[in-house]
Structure formats: structure tokens, C-alpha cells
């Protein structure tokens, strides 16, 4: 049974840094991929990050290409979103995911087996 737990989170002012943390258990997928989605209220969840297991590659959103950067340990089974220079447009609930293999369209939720339960990340202005 896979299980994300998700640290990091909390508030900030403008312009400050996060460092979001996510470990997995149970989790093996070598050719698979680990990363966030976030959710502020009334919208819908936003793909923010995601890196394959077995190669490292990274895609981000355009919205915070630049200023997050994803980053794993294997060894750890964790994967990290560092988050700087945050605007109050990034308040969300922030959420680790993971699935067995990466898509071209890593940005679309359904495609996400295995989510956490979330941590809060408010930026103030």
C-alpha cells in the first residue's frame, strides 16, 4: 500500500521560501514519476511539478518555472519542491502525488494513482 506524507508547509510573505518535503512508503516504481499538484478554494488542481523516478526528469508549470525547483532521494524514496520568491498567487493547498509511469500530460490529475493529504502554503502580501 503506497503512502505520501507531505511536510513543509506554513505562511510566508511575498517574495519568502517554502521547502516542501514528500516520503513515500510502499512505493516502487522505478519508471514511474513523484510531485505536487496544488488546489487554492474555487479553483480547480493545478499540476505544479513533477520529476521521473528513473531518469530525473523535470517538468514544471509555466507559472513557477524558475522560482520552484523538484528534486528527489531515492535512497530516502522522498521528493522535495523548493519554492522561491513566492507570490500571494501561490497560496494553495499543496499536494504530493505519484504514479507508475509518466505521461505526456503530467499535468492532468486523473492521471495520479496515489495522492497525499495535503499541506496548507499561504503567502501574504
Known amino acids: 500500500q503506497v503512502q505520501l506524507v507531505e511536510s513543509g508547509g506554513g505562511s510566508v510573505q511575498a517574495g519568502g521560501s517554502l521547502r516542501l518535503s514528500c516520503a513515500a512508503s510502499?512505493?516502487?516504481?522505478?519508471?514511474?514519476?513523484m510531485g505536487w499538484f496544488r488546489q487554492a478554494p474555487g479553483k480547480e488542481r493545478e499540476g505544479v511539478a513533477i520529476?521521473?523516478?528513473?531518469?530525473?526528469?523535470?517538468y514544471y508549470a509555466d507559472s513557477v518555472k524558475g522560482r520552484f525547483t523538484i528534486s528527489q532521494d531515492n535512497a530516502k524514496n522522498t521528493v522535495y519542491l523548493q519554492m522561491n520568491s513566492l507570490k500571494p498567487e501561490d497560496t494553495a493547498m499543496y499536494y504530493c502525488?505519484?504514479?507508475?509511469?509518466?505521461?505526456?500530460?503530467?499535468?492532468?490529475?486523473?492521471?495520479?494513482?496515489?495522492w497525499g493529504q495535503g499541506t496548507q502554503v499561504t503567502v501574504s502580501s
Open positions: 502525488v505519484a504514479a507508475p509511469v509518466v505521461y505526456s500530460r503530467w499535468d492532468l490529475p486523473r492521471w495520479y494513482r496515489y
Open positions: 510502499g512505493y516502487t516504481y522505478s519508471s514511474g514519476c
Open positions: 520529476i521521473a523516478n528513473g531518469s530525473g526528469s523535470t
